[in-house]
């Protein structure tokens, strides 16, 4: 029989677009003996991305935010078999919570009680899940080729775009490296485990970390290559741009005014 808990120390993740929560779930969380902090983030699709990573064995994430929602947040997780716990002050959100595979629903504001009973049964799943899976979160991904039984290492980071040619899809690596991967572009979308690949067309998609310059119709990686925007796809990348837009205009006004009063 194996023990209730298999590590002394599991680390936690938390996302929450707003500082003060975060603090709160830092302080509860640092009273326990059995669980540490790893990273906070107010930007959920950092946040995820250092999920993704493998930077926490458990998350704890609100649900209504700006970029990426705690629902999607948890989609995006269901294959690695990290535990997600939702910290919310929206209770209509519960059952849509437990839709996603959540672990627990903690109301806010969090209660030292029920955080510690719901990070106990995140434990608990996330040493079952290692048992059975001996999954472990990496930088390297691995995609079958063209050839064969092959498997093409790949670091996700390391991604430009990705292009949909015929029958195959090509990812575009920053070193200039080109690789095929027979599968359909939504599947091969679907699968890769990398929060900032998004598609921006019907036939590409783009590193959201790799962009140089948008432009209305197209947008100009650090490489210098040009790749299409969509009109059907636009909008999600203009959530995305909005999102992380310093407004500086409004500065320079305040600026100007000061100079000239």
């Not at 509860?28 to 991305?49: C, D, H, N, Q, W």
């Not at 067309?201 to 590193?207: D, G």
């Amino acid at each position: 029989m194996k023990p209730k808990f298999l590590k002394k120390l599991y680390r936690v993740g938390l996302i929450d677009d707003e500082e003060h929560p975060l603090k709160v779930l830092s302080n509860l969380i640092g009273m326990t003996e059995r669980y540490k902090v790893s990273f906070t983030a107010t930007e959920p699709m950092i946040g995820l991305e250092k999920i993704l990573r493998g930077e926490a064995d458990i998350l704890i994430t609100d649900i209504r935010m700006d970029q990426i929602g705690g629902l999607e947040i948890s989609r995006k997780l269901m294959e690695t078999g990290i535990p997600v716990i939702f910290c919310s002050g929206y209770r209509e959100y519960a059952i849509d919570a437990f839709r996603v595979k959540a672990m627990d629903f903690i109301e806010k504001p969090p209660i030292y009680s029920l955080v510690c009973e719901a990070l106990d049964k995140a434990a608990e799943k996330f040493d079952d899940y290692s048992i059975t899976k001996g999954y472990c979160l990496n930088e390297v991904i691995f995609l079958k080729t063209k050839l064969g039984p092959q498997k093409k290492a790949l670091k996700p980071l390391q991604i430009l775009y990705i292009e949909q040619k015929a029958k195959v899809s090509q990812i575009v690596m920053e070193d200039g490296e080109i690789i095929e991967h027979p599968s359909s572009f939504k599947e091969l979308l679907g699968q890769l485990p990398f929060p900032y690949i998004m598609r921006v067309h019907h036939s590409y998609a783009i590193n959201l970390r790799k962009i140089k310059i948008v432009n209305p119709k197209e947008c100009q990686l650090v490489s210098g290559e040009i790749v299409p925007i969509s009109r059907s796809y636009k909008m999600n990348l203009d959530t995305f741009i909005e999102s992380n837009l310093l407004n500086l205009g409004r500065t320079l006004t305040s600026d100007q005014s000061d100079q000239n009063s």
